[in-house]
């Protein structure tokens, strides 16, 4: 598996940490203080990740692996009307587990697949390895990069007709208005007749979507505080863990799951790489994460206004979970 790493350059080889640390500045300046999700998946954290993942409570990627598993063949053999050989590109992938069903159905169809995943986190890219294996018919390209500097790379690199997968309901982490830009910024990047598969969490009983963001066994609170850790080691914090507490609850103004991180005492914590400390009152939060949870309807304007036409939704059975097949329309 080749892997092209686009976050640094000859001026700054480490541009990823270089990053991390003016957005920590940026978050932890700002009122209330916030800190980007994206910074979650370090090895610690892209394991953790996987224990959510595998945990009864988080239904979320159980259901979209059944969807998969139960469409994926169905999906393939509409791809494979207009095409023999695909560009699977994959946003923020992860461990690429549920990925795999898609290939295997690909290539049973007899249609050959370049797969370039793009994620921002290195640890995430080499967890892939355990789960795909390259054959003459799938070959993998890594892209350590953010979602749209990967996809701008690849518009100049790809030749292919397109699939674009944003599975996990990644696109929670959005605000509704920022994923209508994300999506308007995907149609930008893709040709006519591409295709999106998006996976998307729905709005559902608040006592389940509770649960699934506290989990009984504290997976999600551990992986949470492992961002303060993150801080720690690569920019030189000094976090004390046990002085912040996990809280997650639902916004139902924004439709969103939230986690935050509170202070648990009135404190000062010194953050050496950005020469900088940094003050907590007592009881204060730091923004961690929004999972935005979309109704079918919204799912289907937001695909609609942003130049996709609706190909096929795609449910589990209790219809908590949600893939929506789109295809790119240009005039
Ligand atoms: C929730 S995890 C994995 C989700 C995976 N798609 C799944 O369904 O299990 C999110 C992944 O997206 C990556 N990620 C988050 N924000 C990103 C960004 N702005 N650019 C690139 N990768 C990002 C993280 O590093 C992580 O590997």
Do not use: C
């Not at 560009?87 to 549920?98: H, M, N, S, T, V």
């Not at 990644?170 to 994300?182: D, H, L, T, Y």
């Amino acid at each position: 598996m080749n892997i092209i790493n686009l976050t640094g350059d000859e001026l700054s080889p480490d541009g990823l940490k270089e990053q991390f640390a003016m957005d920590v500045l940026t978050g932890l300046s700002s009122s209330p203080k916030g800190i980007s999700p994206k910074y979650f998946y370090n090895d610690h954290g892209s394991e953790l990740f996987q224990q959510i993942t595998e945990s009864e409570d988080y239904y979320l990627t159980n259901l979209e692996y059944e969807i998969l598993k139960q469409h994926g063949h169905s999906m393939a053999k509409k791809l494979k009307e207009t095409t023999d050989i695909v560009d699977l590109i994959e946003l923020g992938a992860g461990d690429g587990r549920k990925t795999t069903l898609l290939v295997n159905a690909l290539n049973e169809a007899g249609v050959k697949i370049n797969y370039f995943p793009i994620d921002i986190s290195k640890e995430a890219m080499e967890q892939m390895k355990e789960f795909l294996t390259e054959t003459d018919q799938f070959n993998i390209t890594g892209i350590v990069a953010e979602y749209f500097h990967g996809l701008n790379y690849l518009r100049d690199n790809s030749t292919n007709p397109k699939i674009l997968l944003f599975l996990g309901s990644n696109i929670g982490n959005f605000n509704r208005g920022q994923a209508a830009g994300f999506m308007r910024r995907a149609w930008r990047t893709l040709n006519a007749n591409d295709w999106l598969l998006l996976g998307a969490d729905l709005k559902k009983d608040i006592d389940i979507l509770h649960k699934a963001y506290n989990d009984s066994n504290g997976i999600t609170r551990r992986f949470n505080l492992n961002l303060l850790s993150r801080i720690n080691e690569d920019l030189g914090g000094n976090f004390d863990l046990s002085t912040f507490d996990h809280y997650g609850s639902y916004n139902p103004l924004l439709g969103a799951m939230e986690s935050f991180l509170i202070s648990k005492k009135n404190q000062s914590i010194y953050i050496k790489e950005l020469e900088k400390e940094f003050h907590f009152k007592a009881f204060e939060p730091i923004h961690m994460e929004y999972s935005t949870k979309y109704l079918e309807d919204e799912l289907l304007e937001l695909g609609k206004t942003s130049g996709f036409t609706v190909e096929e939704t795609y449910y589990d059975p209790k219809k908590w979970y949600s893939n929506f097949l789109f295809k790119v329309i240009k005039h």
